[in-house]
């Protein structure tokens, strides 16, 4: 048997998560947002996150629940896990109908981050285009969720996302064609999701957008964390300033 847990029972599962470096954890522990499972209500030793398609592992892998942690997951799932163990398991269970490959983290740090060089890099608007705060109106937009569904349903409603969230579009004759936004929050700041429509990419669309968000950000005593899903995304990233700390591996699952 599996359990869901909320409240102050996820904030006990900290310290089984605390060497795994994500801010998604966070956001799910702390409260703000996603699902959490164990192995056992009173005394867990093993647990599950997740939010969207993000699914993360911690605890131990030899739990009798361990194995029923890994198929409670949604149609399409990147699983996070820290140990060759965790490893071990999630191919034996998912032989298959699992892809590999490697996600890339950042240092967190705020003073790799320049307010007043984000400030210019959002500034940098080419003609006929438009960068906009993410309201309401712009939400709402379908063109804004074709890009990526994830701008913001990882909150309870757009009323919830302009409420708790961030975000910044650019426009293109009224059409959104390049979004950054909070994928997910934590009480220290947000996660970033970032995404241009494929005919305005080489642009320099994504990092006037992603500075504007991180901007705001900084404005507002958040942190903006980056996680990099391909070297393109890496690439941007350091021209914004991050650094890189290293790669790990992901699981990408077809359930």
Not at 31 to 51: C, S, Y
Not at 129 to 150: G, P
Not at 226 to 247: C, F, H, M, P, T
Request: with cysteine; glycine share 8%.
């Amino acid at each position: 048997m599996i359990y869901e847990v909320n409240g102050e029972q996820r904030k006990n599962l900290s310290s089984m998560f605390a060497s795994m470096d994500s801010t998604i954890i966070l956001s799910a522990l702390q409260g703000h947002m996603g699902r959490v499972w164990v192995d056992d209500l009173e005394n867990p030793t093993a647990a599950q996150v997740t939010v969207g398609i993000f699914v993360f592992y911690a605890g131990n892998p030899s739990s009798k629940g361990a194995e029923e942690l890994l198929y409670n997951l949604p149609d399409f799932t990147l699983a996070i896990v820290e140990t060759d163990e965790w490893k071990s398991l999630i191919e034996e269970v998912h032989n298959g109908r699992f892809e590999k490959f490697q996600r890339y983290q950042f240092i967190k740090n705020l003073e790799h981050l320049d307010i007043r060089y984000m400030e210019e890099l959002s500034n940098a608007v080419p003609k006929g285009y438009e960068l906009v705060k993410i309201d309401a109106t712009i939400a709402k937009n379908s063109s804004l969720h074709k890009l990526s569904e994830d701008f913001i349903s990882q909150f309870d409603s757009i009323a919830d996302f302009i409420d708790r969230g961030i975000g910044f579009a650019v426009l293109k004759n009224g059409k959104v064609v390049c979004g950054a936004t909070s994928f997910s929050i934590y009480d220290e700041g947000i996660e970033i999701e970032i995404a241009t429509h494929p005919e305005y990419r080489r642009k320099g669309l994504a990092r006037i957008t992603a500075a504007a968000l991180i901007k705001e950000c900084l404005e507002r005593g958040l942190y903006p964390s980056w996680d990099g899903a391909n070297i393109e995304s890496v690439k941007l990233a350091q021209k914004l300033g991050y650094r890189l700390k290293g790669s790990y591996d992901t699981y990408f699952i077809d359930k």
